[in-house]
């Protein structure tokens, strides 16, 4: 199975940030996961593999949204102290 997430931001700089502060959390994967994350532009696109059936897939995306709502909130929160 495949899924693929693309995610719009205001500017390329914060897609990259987006970016940058999720890779961590994703190594590394269990066997029969795959992830592919790029910056372009704006958007920030995420592919996921899975061999591990619907659940598994399911349960990655929600662990990558989660991780992203996380990872703006912060940045979000930095950015109003500067």
């Known amino acids: ?3 693929t997430l693309s995610l719009d931001f205001q500017s390329p700089e ?3 940030r987006i970016l940058s502060a999720i890779i961590p959390d ?3 994967l269990p066997q029969g996961l795959e ?3 790029r910056a372009e ?3 920030l696109l995420l592919s996921i593999y899975c061999e591990r059936g619907l659940s598994s897939l399911s349960s990655t995306i929600e662990d990558i949204l989660s991780a992203v709502d996380l990872a703006i909130r912060t940045l979000e929160s930095l ?4």
């Open 1 to 3: 199975m495949k899924a």
């Open 14 to 16: 914060d897609a990259k």
């Open 26 to 28: 994703n190594t590394p």
């Open 35 to 37: 992830l592919e994350c």
């Open 41 to 43: 532009g704006t958007r």
């Open 79 to 82: 950015d109003a102290q500067n």
